[in-house]
């Protein structure tokens, strides 16, 4: 019986080590014949790099994290602020109540966010990761009851295939929170980038936004989902609309706030 136990022992641990052998053997086979790439650039990647290679990875730690007003996303530090507020936000009237950010809108980050709108779709995990990890940093991660991506007009969003918010906002991750697409875009704007001043950007989106009868809106505390802030326009437009709709708080979740250099 002893020498049966042993025999068994000594079996069971080859068996182990075989299984290892194995493994190994196919984990080179798959990385011989389809190589990791980086998910930005597409170079190869070592094991320990997972979606991104080392070079990328350094770009986006340079746009990510940092202090920010959580009135406008833009750098700032946290002494620097009067009232939760940026200097630039003195004076300006924001219809959304705060934001939160993945970073700024430069280097990798915005390169990523360009591809993701242009049919990369396979970057949402990273995207998301990021998205995920403001939203958990934000101040009011535990107030939100809806989701409410930033709509497209339909004919953009005919032509594109998909609303890249509303796919951004899929992965967000949050115990209770639903998301509700009642938010709509009822007039075809100009692409912001196109518009110059400030000015003209809050008039290009003003009027462009309506919710649709029957809408839960009222009480509610609304989070909107975008992938870039440059001037706020779009994302003020949206909150007052939800407001004037009856929420009673609404907070932004961007990717990138754009109009800052990182180096």
Known sequence: MYFLHY??????????????IVSFGLQGLNQLLWPA????????????DKTLCTDCWGELAVCVGGDYCRRCGRDASLYGLVDGACGDCQGKEFYFDEIARSGVYD????????SFKRGRTELDSMLGFLANSALQGSGFF?????F?????????????????????????EH???KIYTELV???????????????????????????????????????????????GATLNEC?????????????????????????
């Open 7 to 20: 025999r068994g022992i000594i079996v069971g641990v080859e068996t182990i080590r075989l299984k290892r």
């Open 37 to 48: 790439a980086c998910a930005h650039c597409g170079r190869s990647v070592g094991e320990a």
């Open 107 to 114: 280097n990798a980050l915005s390169k990523m966010i360009l």
């Open 142 to 146: 535990n107030e939100i009851e809806f």
């Open 148 to 172: 409410v991506p930033v709509p497209l007009h339909w004919s953009r969003r005919l032509f594109r295939g998909y609303n890249q918010s509303l796919v951004l906002t899929k992965i967000l």
């Open 175 to 177: 115990p209770k929170a």
């Open 185 to 231: 875009r009822i007039r075809r704007t100009k692409f912001q980038p196109v518009v110059a001043s400030a000015a003209a950007r809050a008039r290009n989106v003003a009027g462009a936004f309506a919710v649709r009868r029957g809408h839960r809106f009222a009480g509610q505390s609304v989070c909107l989902v975008d992938d870039i802030k440059t001037s």
């Open 239 to 263: 909150a007052k609309t939800l407001k004037e709709a009856g929420a009673s708080k609404v907070f932004a979740l961007v990717l990138a706030v754009a109009g800052q250099k990182t180096s």
